[in-house]
Nanobody, 123 residues
């Protein structure tokens, strides 16, 4: 089993930045692909970003490309999401997820999820 705990969410003005962290425990972190998803009120989960096991490959939704950066530290068992140039439409609950497969963008491929952290961007 894998436990994931997100932190770093909050309220920020448009144009600002936040860095989300997700600490993992319970299984060898480096054996897992990691992803970030978000869910805005009344909407489905949306893929945001993912990173492969070594950290050498990253994947982004078009809506965040160039503004968000995903990274991981396999010593600290933590994955990060640096969010810059935030927009009101980025407001959502952000979830960290772990996958043992090699499909990085599909929500259904992620078996382990954190509890989520709220990000609110004011205009």
């Amino acid at each position: 089993q894998v436990q994931l705990v997100e932190s770093g969410g909050g309220l920020v003005q448009a144009g600002g930045s936040l860095r989300l962290s997700c600490a993992a425990s319970g299984r060898t972190f480096s054996s897992l692909a990691m992803g970030w998803f978000r869910q805005a009120p009344g909407k489905e989960h949306e893929f945001v970003a993912a990173i492969n096991r070594s950290g050498g490959r990253t994947f982004y939704a078009d809506s965040v490309k160039g503004r968000f950066t995903i990274s991981r530290d396999n010593v600290k068992n933590t994955v990060y999401l640096q969010m810059n140039s935030l927009k009101p439409e980025d407001t959502a609950v952000y979830f960290c997820a772990a996958s043992s497969t090699y499909s990085y963008t599909l929500r259904t491929e992620y078996r382990h999820w954190g509890q989520g952290t709220q990000v609110t961007v004011s205009s």
